[in-house]
């Protein structure tokens, strides 16, 4: 089975993905774990992508789908988990011609619903906890730069919502319940 995790920056995207790798024996394709694997790694698009983000630019939808690509030839154990990507329409469509390529399809969209205040005291206080237990805080975990990150996914990324619920894929559950609760509801939606 292979579905995407949608959310806002926060939701438990990552932590949800986690839980599916470890239960489900799912392959988790976050961009920016592909990303910085791929610019250590030597190889021809690793050292494209090394070279994009030493120039400080962004890497391309081409680069991140070759990426994706060779994921995708590789073993797919339980299926993928997509986290992170596609981001916005145009990385849908291309995802889609990609999929269809490998003889693939994205069998489910999960939407991790949350309240965007609620959102931000999660992380204000995700980031105070850390702190007060020594351990390393994101730089981005403030109520400033998480407003910054959830307009760029409402604008980037929030479209998504209609176009795989046009394609009768998406499905919803609250983010803001317990870790265990969301789990759940997760697993229920992937049993169904």
Request: hydrophobic share 40%; glycine share 10%; net charge negative.
């Amino acid at each position: 089975m292979n579905i995407i995790l949608l959310g806002p920056p926060g939701a438990g995207k990552g932590t949800q993905a986690r839980h599916l790798v470890e239960t489900r024996n799912m392959v988790q394709l976050s961009t920016g774990d592909m990303l910085r694997e791929a610019k250590d790694s030597g190889t021809e698009m690793g050292k494209m992508v090394a070279d994009v983000m030493a120039r400080g630019d962004l890497v391309t939808d081409e680069i991140v789908i070759g990426l994706i690509r060779e994921k995708l030839e590789g073993d797919n154990k339980g299926g993928f988990i997509f986290d992170g990507f596609p981001r916005t329409l145009e990385q849908a469509d291309a995802l889609n011609r990609l999929m269809a390529e490998q003889g693939q399809e994205i069998d489910r969209v999960i939407e991790l619903r949350v309240n965007d205040e609620v959102l931000v005291d999660r992380i204000v206080g995700r980031a105070e906890e850390a702190r007060a237990a020594g351990e390393p805080v994101r730089a981005d975990d403030n109520a400033e730069s998480l407003k910054i990150r959830l307009l760029a996914y409402y604008k980037q990324t929030s479209p998504l919502i209609g176009y795989y619920y046009a394609k009768d894929m998406l499905s919803a559950v609250d983010g803001l319940g317990s870790i265990d609760a969301v789990q759940g509801e997760i697993a229920g939606l992937l049993d169904a």
